[in-house]
């Protein structure tokens, strides 16, 4: 496989350059604002620039292309719509249509905010999306334009995502903050009223080379087994922590004024890339483990 991460300098973009280069995949990759610390071919690039992507294309003759660049900020997207659909409604359906002229295979990353969380269970891929705010809208429109490139395409949702960056090793996310607040011994308000599957960025990367390599096409939610509240969450955390667990508080979303609206249960059900995979998806236990060295004190 020869493979082409756009947005190779995101926390997930970066996470699939490491995971492909411990594969012994030929990948090359571009960023936006600043280049990840890889030594591999690296272009700057942005995916609103058709013309500029189908030179790429053309030098670096990838097989497949991954799209994780986004503007992945809610409450910025609201502040900036027109760009928001032109970076996650637009251009991913743009980037598939010059794929699948090529013959290039097309993955693209999307987002549980599709949904408008008004359920008590878990959303399986055969739910029709309602976003409630710029950002799933915009998200919902890249998903639609990249499947009327081709029903061949690769469209995965994940959820709450964190994790390790492929280059510098720094822990991202909600278990960084939650972990630097807590070493800072400050209390950390977590909310009981909102319900997510939060997704570790090794484990979907893995999960997406897996797809790939079986030849999946179609949608798939990955993300953990569990669905939990940000303050159970938070629990596990100080727990692998093992200082600071009474400083986790209950609160609830009615407490903070943001921009967007967040839909209070985006929980994703990872039955059918479990049956595709033939393997389960972890829980959030063993997710946090596996990153149990940048948790503990
Ligand atoms: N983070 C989450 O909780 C979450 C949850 C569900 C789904 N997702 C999806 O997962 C994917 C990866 O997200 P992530 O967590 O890795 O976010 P991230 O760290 O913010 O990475 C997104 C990358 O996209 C780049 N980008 C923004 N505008 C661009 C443009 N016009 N052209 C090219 N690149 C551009 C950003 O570069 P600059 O910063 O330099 O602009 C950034 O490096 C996204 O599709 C996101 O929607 C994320």
């Given at each position: 496989m020869t493979l082409l991460v756009l947005g190779a300098g995101g926390l997930l973009g970066s996470s699939l350059v490491r995971h492909c280069l411990e594969r012994s995949i030929d990948v090359a990759g571009t960023y936006h604002s600043t280049a990840p610390a890889f030594d591999i071919q690296l272009e700057n690039h942005d995916i609103r620039n058709t013309a500029a992507f189908q030179s790429l294309l053309d030098e670096h003759r990838p097989d497949t292309v991954v799209n994780c660049a986004a503007l992945t900020d809610v409450d910025e997207c609201e502040s900036r719509r027109e760009r928001a659909f032109e970076v996650n409604g637009d251009a991913p359906g743009e980037l598939a249509t010059a794929c699948v002229k090529r013959d290039v295979q097309f993955v693209h990353i999307s987002t549980d905010?599709?949904?408008?969380?008004?359920?008590?269970e878990p959303y399986d891929e055969t739910v029709t999306p309602s976003p409630i705010q710029v950002y799933g809208e915009s998200k919902l429109e890249g998903e639609k334009a990249v499947r009327s490139a081709s029903r061949d395409t690769l469209v995965t949702r994940l959820s709450f995502v964190y994790g390790v960056r492929g280059d510098t090793n720094e822990l991202i996310g909600f278990p960084a903050w939650v972990r630097n607040t807590l070493q800072a011994e400050e209390k950390v308000p977590l909310f009981v009223d909102q319900h997510l599957t939060p997704t570790r960025a090794g484990q979907a990367v893995t999960t997406v080379l897996d797809l790939l390599e079986q030849g999946a096409t179609g949608t798939y939610h990955i993300a953990c087994r569990s669905c939990v509240t940000p303050y159970e969450f938070g629990k596990e955390i100080a727990g692998l922590q093992g200082k600071?667990?009474?400083?986790?508080a209950k609160s609830t979303r009615s407490a903070v004024t943001r921009d967007a609206d967040r839909p209070a249960y985006t929980c994703l059900d990872v039955g059918a890339v479990e049956t595709e995979l033939g393997r389960p998806q972890p829980t959030l236990t063993e997710d946090l483990q596996n990153i149990g060295e940048k948790l503990a004190v």
């Amino acid at each position: 496989m020869t493979l082409l991460v756009l947005g190779a300098g995101g926390l997930l973009g970066s996470s699939l350059v490491r995971h492909c280069l411990e594969r012994s995949i030929d990948v090359a990759g571009t960023y936006h604002s600043t280049a990840p610390a890889f030594d591999i071919q690296l272009e700057n690039h942005d995916i609103r620039n058709t013309a500029a992507f189908q030179s790429l294309l053309d030098e670096h003759r990838p097989d497949t292309v991954v799209n994780c660049a986004a503007l992945t900020d809610v409450d910025e997207c609201e502040s900036r719509r027109e760009r928001a659909f032109e970076v996650n409604g637009d251009a991913p359906g743009e980037l598939a249509t010059a794929c699948v002229k090529r013959d290039v295979q097309f993955v693209h990353i999307s987002t549980d905010y599709v949904f408008d969380g008004n359920t008590t269970e878990p959303y399986d891929e055969t739910v029709t999306p309602s976003p409630i705010q710029v950002y799933g809208e915009s998200k919902l429109e890249g998903e639609k334009a990249v499947r009327s490139a081709s029903r061949d395409t690769l469209v995965t949702r994940l959820s709450f995502v964190y994790g390790v960056r492929g280059d510098t090793n720094e822990l991202i996310g909600f278990p960084a903050w939650v972990r630097n607040t807590l070493q800072a011994e400050e209390k950390v308000p977590l909310f009981v009223d909102q319900h997510l599957t939060p997704t570790r960025a090794g484990q979907a990367v893995t999960t997406v080379l897996d797809l790939l390599e079986q030849g999946a096409t179609g949608t798939y939610h990955i993300a953990c087994r569990s669905c939990v509240t940000p303050y159970e969450f938070g629990k596990e955390i100080a727990g692998l922590q093992g200082k600071g667990e009474e400083l986790v508080a209950k609160s609830t979303r009615s407490a903070v004024t943001r921009d967007a609206d967040r839909p209070a249960y985006t929980c994703l059900d990872v039955g059918a890339v479990e049956t595709e995979l033939g393997r389960p998806q972890p829980t959030l236990t063993e997710d946090l483990q596996n990153i149990g060295e940048k948790l503990a004190v």
